[in-house]
């Protein structure tokens, strides 16, 4: 049966019944934190899903992650309970040493899943072969003493329709590190110019009112023979570390876009934190989202064509509409 176009399910009055209806949708992951020790690696960009087509005013790329279609929204029904969980991003590695960074955290609305950014690789002059790892966006590989083929490793890999790969290390000398790869392009590869391997862009959205851009990659720090970092990703992505930059707020992806973090320049600095992810849910404004546990931190407001739309920045919870 269909009332007030939506369709209903079971009996009795409206405001009795559970009602099931389409919700537009953009979800993104935590970002990952840059690779630790000389010439780290960029960190991923946290997954970015959408069923949203922004507006033809909007600056491109405004697609889903990954160079993926936009997908179908989501369908949920009303006096259900769902799990929203907006990822944290991948805290910075300490202590000193080469090690990769941290992985971002995952982000959910009811069956909808982004996938974390992968870290970024490790610096200081670290002989390990490519990365395996996968994330929403691929984590750029750290400086490398000895190459692959083509004289570098291959950075991690990123999800399908979610984000890109990060990039390849530069072998041999200057040995530069990847930038971490972006919802909207892959991360740079590493160079002798170690200022170009930049994180990848993210992705516009005007889901929220107005077009912003998000995830985007993390930038590869400088190293011992290039003290010139490379920039973050457009899109919230942390800029590569400079010569004694131990983990400035320049190098951290920016809060609620999933940017990944920026690497460090040498072993006894801290690369930058990944950015935190982000939900948002755009629905018909005869339903009210309930935080049933208080577990999230949300904001509602009505939007044009009769509709509301919910941002999550923080937190994890159920919640249910009626």
Not at 116 to 124: A, F, V, Y
Not at 159 to 184: E, I, L, M, R
Not at 265 to 294: E, M, W
Request: net charge negative.
């Amino acid at each position: 049966m269909t009332m007030f176009g939506y369709n209903t399910l079971g009996f009795g009055s409206f405001a009795t019944r559970n009602v099931a209806f389409n919700a537009t949708f953009l979800v993104i992951a935590g970002g990952a934190a840059g690779g630790h020790g000389s010439g780290g690696g960029g960190g991923g960009a946290g997954g970015y899903r959408t069923s949203h087509t922004s507006a033809g005013g909007v600056s491109t790329p405004k697609i889903s992650g990954g160079g993926g279609s936009i997908e179908s929204n989501v369908a949920l029904v009303t006096k259900t309970s769902y799990t929203i969980t907006v990822g944290a991003g991948g805290a910075s590695a300490t202590g000193g040493g080469g090690g990769p960074g941290n992985d971002g955290n995952d982000s959910v609305l009811a069956t909808i899943t982004s996938v974390h950014g992968d870290g970024g690789g490790g610096g200081g002059h670290e002989s390990t072969q490519n990365m395996t790892s996968v994330g929403g966006s691929g984590g750029g590989k750290g400086l490398t003493v000895s190459g692959g083929s083509g004289g570098g490793f291959d950075g991690g890999d990123g999800t399908a329709n979610q984000g890109f790969d990060g990039g390849k290390s530069y072998s041999p000398s200057p040995y530069d590190g990847g930038g971490g790869g972006g919802a909207g392009a892959v991360g740079a590869n590493g160079a002798s110019d170690g200022s170009t391997s930049v994180g990848g862009e993210g992705v516009f959205s005007d889901l929220s009112g107005s077009a912003v851009q998000r995830a985007g990659g993390g930038g590869s720090g400088a190293n011992v023979y290039n003290t010139t970092p490379a920039a973050g990703g457009a899109g919230g992505g942390g800029d590569g570390g400079a010569a004694d930059e131990n983990g400035s707020d320049d190098m951290n992806g920016d809060a609620n876009t999933g940017g990944g973090g920026g690497g460090a320049q040498a072993s006894n600095l801290n690369p930058g934190d990944g950015g935190s992810g982000l939900v948002i849910v755009r629905y018909s404004n005869a339903f009210t989202l309930n935080n049933a546990d208080s577990g999230l931190t949300i904001s509602t407001a009505n939007t044009a064509g009769s509709t509301k739309t919910s941002t999550i920045t923080a937190g994890t919870g159920t919640v249910t509409f009626t």
